[in-house]
């Protein structure tokens, strides 16, 4: 598989494991540089891709994976925007998104992701459509989307419904904090936990270990264990949009955009 | 269990270290924001390693209401 030079994110193909580096300062927020960018990347794996047997995804970026959506960006694309207009363009944002992340989470290839630092909303659920999540120490995992009067609407509650017992998923989701990677691996969202800045190190090993196991079966184990959530995930997707319309929501994306407070991440 | 004077010293020689101040210039009454110049980014990384130091959860929404180090302090007693 080809490697890829983009703006918010690269790619490359060593030896049947590829690395997906995220790198759009400040902290790969995602928009629609990102998706397109994403999409091209699951094209080229869809295309490319049958001689990989898997993929990491990692940040290179100090502050974290991913700090989620970009809501500046989505505040301002729909400012000039109807109401029906606002809606629609949100639907067909959150519909990309979930196609690439579905590819992802179905991909017959092991997918690792490597985290440090905030990764949040977005960023959370882009982490969680991988297999394994190997977080360093200082990673702090958060669904903030009850901040804005949303919720998350990249797949995150079904997938997390998946993996989690209910009460976690209820903790996350309704008091929107934030936790370390310790209490993310006690609830069963990380599978390894690293000193700091060791995530990317521990999964390249953890993909070598894979690449010993015959690919076929390891397809068929994925298949097994791992079942997409379709019609959760689309019901996701009319949730948010029915939330979207919402004026406290509006409210709420032009108070985070036009604000100057050096603490947004903070509830 | 630690003594509130305790836990206050420790978050001071905390933040001290991990945001290269001398130790000597902080004390428990400062607001660690302006004092530390930190954004929300940092202050989640200081909340991580407060965590990792002392074993604890300690919820973000927590420090709403939180500026100085020794009220910081004694809601991270509150958890030990």
Known sequence: MKSFVGNTLSWECTNGVIELKL????????????????????????????DVAALIVYSSLPAGFSAGADLRE?????????????????????????????????????????????????GFELALVCDLIIADKMARFCFPELRLGLIPGFGGIPRLKRD???????????????????????????????????????????????????????????????????????????????????????????????????????? | MQSLQEVTEEVLRLAASHFHVPREQLSPNDDFFKKLGIDSLQALDLLTRIENHFHIEFPDYELQGVSDFRTLAARIQARL
Not at chain 1, 79 to 108: C, K, M, T, W
């Open chain 1, 23 to 50: 790198h759009r300062e400040p902290c790969n927020e995602i928009g629609v540089a990102t998706l397109e960018e994403l999409e091209r990347f699951v094209q080229a794996l869809e295309r490319e891709g049958k």
């Open chain 1, 74 to 122: 989505l505040y301002h694309r729909s400012q000039p925007l109807r109401a029906a207009e606002r809606v629609a363009g949100v639907r067909d944002f959150l519909q990309r998104i979930h196609r690439v992340l579905n590819i992802i989470d179905a991909a017959p290839i092991t997918t690792i992701a490597a985290v440090h630092g905030v990764t949040f909303g977005g």
């Open chain 1, 164 to 267: 989690l017992g209910n009460g976690a998923v209820r903790d996350l989701l309704l008091t929107g904090r934030s936790i370390n990677a310790a209490k993310a691996q006690a609830i069963g969202i990380v599978s390894q936990v690293t000193a700091e800045g060791e995530a990317l190190r521990a999964a390249r090993a953890t993909a070598a270990q894979i690449l010993k196991f015959d690919r076929e079966t390891a397809i068929v184990a994925k298949r097994f264990i791992k079942p997409i959530p379709h019609e959760d995930l689309q019901r996701e997707i009319e949730i948010f949009c029915e939330l979207f319309t919402r004026p406290a929501v509006e409210e709420g994306l032009k108070k985070f955009a036009e604000s100057t407070d050096t603490m947004p991440y903070l509830p």
